[in-house]
């Protein structure tokens, strides 16, 4: 073989990637071993060993240049490298999975369990908040989360009753708000508002535009946030999905591994209570999303508009979990103070007390007409019909007398009194429970008699005056 073409195959040989190149000093190795076998053991000629090589070089090549070998070979360099850092990059997570790793809880038998006595449920908020809690606070958009989450921290600071009924723990470490929704200016000024008292049990991070930073799937990064909130006693997060978006985790899958990770946050911060706030989904009542966000929370405290489409209608507020059952209740609200608090009853309670008006109005002319009279003369809901009439005899509104002949049964008349003549009755939409000792006032008017002016005061049956009722005292003159 030339010298040149011996230059040639050389060139060819360490063009070709570290693995190919092995591969073929294996084979030359082999079939240099038949060839002295076939020769009776004795080493070949050099021109039949040159021919060997130069065939298995060729066939190693396949074809291809000393630029496309080189090519090769810098592929399975790189690739050499990426498979390295891939198992450095397990080792090292193995590592921390390592030191993470703490101690599994203590299996404890039922006779130990049961032997530690009960303690009472306590609560932060009585009814409302357990101890240990974690909440879920879901709305509609715009539909006064923010408001409710104010409320709560100006009521956890203060230990003033949570919307004017629900007695509060005040706190005595810190409350921590993580808000990433509302733009400083605008949480300041409504913090403000709420004219917190105790200012030094409250802190804030506000993280609109910096959620991402709130990595805390991240044991590394949840650490330095862990450090970054220390002493906080309770830690309400505003709200889900914005994290959920930064962190490119799905609502409808993945907001289970964010709950995870925030309950190992609270844990590791030493954080009594949590509350996280969510959106309800179009239809105006449930979470939207994955399932695990209902059964996360002990408690899930829901806030409702009257009509979905409507931003400006009335709210509503019930709460339910464990240990926790609290009505839907109409929402008042203060716009000075932006202070919220119980204000009616239900959603039902409106509707049956709109229609306790059209039976009253109904009433004052067809007196003495049986409930399926009644009924049958409102058009509408009958069940709701025969409510209000129920309501209307509860209240001291209506009185109802046993009607003769066949049949039987009842009929309702309006309750007729002398002109301020004091009666035992409960006001509409008090929110009062019971009866309130008063006068007969208009359906519409929400206050208790203790609170409104005399001259404010109106005849339910003809929408005057108490105090000037020419009707009603003209009855009274007749039945003298």
């Known amino acids: 073989m030339t010298p040149e073409r011996t230059a040639e195959l050389v060139a060819l040989i360490k063009a070709m990637p570290h693995s190919q190149r092995e591969a073929l000093h294996a084979r030359v190795k082999q079939e240099m071993a038949l060839a002295m076998a076939e020769n009776n053991g004795q080493p070949v000629a050099d021109a039949v060993a040159d021919g060997i090589k130069e065939r298995l070089i060729l066939e190693s090549a396949n074809g291809k240049t000393i630029e496309e070998l ?9 690739t050499a490298r990426l ?26 038998s039922l006779v130990d369990f049961l032997a530690v006595p009960d303690e ?7 009814g ?9 606070l879901a709305g509609p958009y715009k539909g006064g989360k923010s408001s409710i989450v104010g409320n709560c921290v100006r ?26 929704e509302l733009d400083e200016r605008t949480l300041r000024r409504w913090l403000r508002d709420q004219g917190i008292q105790n200012t030094g049990h409250v802190q804030l991070l506000p993280l609109r535009g910096k959620t991402a930073t ?13 450090q970054a909130c220390a002493g906080a006693e309770i830690i309400i997060f505003d709200c889900l999905r914005p994290v959920l978006d930064a962190l ?47 059964d996360w929370p002990d408690a899930t405290w829901k806030l409702i508009r009257n009509d979905i489409d409507d931003p400006t209608s009335p709210r509503y507020f019930s709460a339910f979990g464990r240990d926790v059952d609290v009505q839907e209740s109409e929402l008042g609200y203060d716009a ?6 119980i204000s009616g009853g239900s959603r039902k309670d409106a509707r049956i007390d709109t229609r306790l008006d059209d039976v009253l109005a109904f009433l004052e002319n067809g007196p003495g007409t049986s409930k399926t009279g009644i009924k049958a003369a409102i058009p509408g809901d009958d069940k709701a019909t025969a409510r209000a009439v129920d309501k209307g005899v509860e209240l001291g509104l209506i009185r109802m007398e046993p009607r003769t002949g066949r049949g039987g049964g009842f009929a309702y008349y309006l309750t007729r009194v002398n002109k301020g003549e004091p009666v035992l009755a409960g006001l509409l939409n008090s929110g009062n429970p019971g009866y309130t000792p008063g006068y007969l006032v208009s359906t519409s008017d929400t206050a208790t008699p203790a609170t409104t002016p005399p001259e404010k005061l109106r005849c339910i049956l003809h929408s005057t005056p108490l105090t000037g009722c020419y009707t009603c005292d003209q009855n009274a003159k007749e039945k003298a």
């Open 214 to 226: 709130f990595n805390i799937l991240d044991p590394q990064v949840r650490a330095d946030w862990v």
């Open 248 to 294: 490119g985790l799905s609502e409808d899958k993945d907001a289970g591994r964010f709950l995870v990770a925030f309950d190992a946050f609270l844990n590791e911060v030493g954080a009594s209570e949590g509350m996280i706030v969510h959106h309800h989904g179009h239809g105006g009542e449930r979470s939207r999303g994955d399932s695990r966000i209902l």
């Open 155 to 180: 009521c956890c600071a203060d230990g003033t009753d949570f919307l004017g009924r629900f007695q509060v723990q005040p706190v005595e470490g810190k409350i921590l708000l993580i808000d990433n």
């Open 336 to 341: 000075a103070t932006r202070h919220l608090s």
């Open 120 to 126: 009472p449920v306590a609560y932060r908020v009585d």
């Open 70 to 78: 080189n090519f090769d070979d810098a592929v399975e360099q790189a």
């Open 128 to 136: 409302l908040w357990p101890i240990g809690g974690r909440i879920v």
């Open 83 to 108: 498979i390295i850092q891939a198992r450095a990059k397990d080792a090292a997570a193995a590592h921390l999975r390592a030191e993470e790793q703490q101690a599994p809880p203590a299996v404890v």
